[in-house]
């Protein structure tokens, strides 16, 4: 099955300041890279993904970039703000196989912006 | 986007008994649902896959007969945890999706106290 890591596993900034979290995986097939945000006792919403053929997405402070060759993809936030506060998820996987959407988490990497 | 929604939010139950949690799809159709659970400050552990109109496939470590799984129409799935005890305190948490590979979408989520 899928290995998946994710560092830092907390993070704080300054309001203001850019956050990268990093998640590396095992499985070289796998072809969907989503990042997911939970807040304090709510479940996991998507807020962006990628999949395996582009290397970078972008929707306005929140970007992910992916190195296929090296098995990693990194969630960018710029500009953060308090209400980025919240632990933030990568859930890598296969598409097309009959797991259907079944995710395998990373371990969380919890980002706390000070005002 | 589509919602799933979970009930209850939350529950507190005496060890011993048994208690329900309910995932429905709101305004899609899901042949497959899953079971997560959470420990304060952990990731997310996949459970259970729940199959409409076929049996559940377990994760290794998890009693099928302890949490009995339900996916009686393409819109509920069930999860009851039965003879709880307090370490089945938890958050549980299920995701859906319209169709294999598409966006999983996730419940609120339920708060689980077992005294």
């Known amino acids: 099955g899928e290995n998946v890591e994710q560092h830092p596993s907390t993070l704080s900034v300054q309001e203001g300041d850019s956050a990268v979290i990093k998640c590396t995986y095992s499985d070289s097939a796998s072809n969907y890279f989503p990042w997911y945000k939970q807040e304090l006792g709510k479940g996991p919403q998507l807020i962006i993904d990628i999949r395996s053929n582009v290397g970078e997405k972008k929707d306005q402070r929140i970007a992910v970039t992916l190195n296929k060759t090296a098995k990693h993809f990194s969630l960018h936030i710029t500009e953060t703000q308090p209400e980025d506060s919240a632990v933030y998820f990568c859930?890598?996987?296969?598409?097309?196989?009959?797991?259907?959407?079944?995710?395998?988490f990373g371990g969380g990497t919890r980002l706390m912006v000070k005002p | 986007g589509a919602v799933v929604s979970q009930h209850p939010s939350w529950v507190i139950c005496k060890s011993g008994t048994s208690v329900k949690i309910e995932c429905r799809s709101l305004?899609?159709?899901?042949?497959?649902m899953f079971w997560y659970r959470q420990f304060p400050k952990q990731s997310l552990m996949l459970m259970a896959t729940s199959n409409e109109g076929s049996k559940a496939t377990y994760e290794q470590g998890v009693e099928k007969d302890k949490f009995l799984i339900n996916h009686a129409s393409l819109t509920l799935s069930t999860l009851t945890v039965t003879s709880a005890h307090p370490e089945d305190s938890s958050f549980y948490i299920c995701?859906?999706?319209?169709?294999?590979?598409?966006?999983?979408?996730f419940g609120q989520g339920t708060r689980l106290t077992v005294v």
């Open positions: 859930a890598p996987r296969r598409e097309n196989n009959n797991a259907g959407n079944m995710l395998t």
């Open positions: 995701s859906a999706s319209h169709r294999v590979n598409t966006e999983a979408f």
């Open positions: 305004d899609f159709q899901a042949t497959t």
